[in-house]
């Protein structure tokens, strides 16, 4: 619990974001695309076509984020390792 406190008050004093990877920040901005992609598909580019990359940046990560937390709860994972491929083996 302190452990998810401590992350918490990082998190809210960094507007949301916490210290990434090389890997999870080049995600992130590789991610920028599609979504832009997706925005403008859907014509909803507008609202977004100033915003700052920081901003574009955090709601990509609270989606990855989102998504990533249904489907490890989903999976019965009580928390991440934080390694590649932590989910429990089936057997």
Known sequence: MRCQQAGAKIARDHNG???KTARENQAIRDARRPFAEALTALALMEPFYHRTAEDIDRLIEAAVTGYVESMQRQAG???RSGLPFDDEIPF
């Open 17 to 19: 974001m916490i210290d």
């Open 77 to 79: 994972v009580k928390e």
